[in-house]
């Protein structure tokens, strides 16, 4: 989705392309996979969950850029952006039935 939004904004005509080829982070890797995944480890009640479900966070991530804000390092509450992006929904919904 990143890599899509990106695209959209112009980025990559803004810029100079990077040559993936030659980054040793990216050598053998596959093209279509631009990013590493990392497994975020989360405790809760003393037992380990890993954490796979990060749109919500790439969202959050997506929107401060768009609005050309800093992206807080701590403080994005999960619970409050579900409900404001259920309401985005809800709303659109609404509007266009």
């Not at 982070?25 to 796979?52: M, T």
């Amino acid at each position: 989705m990143l890599p899509m939004y990106l695209e959209y904004n112009g980025l990559f005509e803004k810029k100079d392309r990077t040559n993936w080829s030659v980054l040793e982070s990216y050598q053998g890797k596959n093209k279509s996979h631009h990013f590493e995944v990392i497994h975020v480890l989360v405790l809760r009640n003393k037992q380990a969950i890993v954490c796979k479900d990060c749109g919500l966070f790439v969202d959050a991530y997506t929107e401060f850029l768009s609005d050309g804000l800093r992206v807080p390092s701590y403080g994005i509450v999960s619970q409050s952006l579900r409900m404001r992006y259920a309401s985005f929904l809800w709303n659109y919904g609404i509007l266009m039935a």
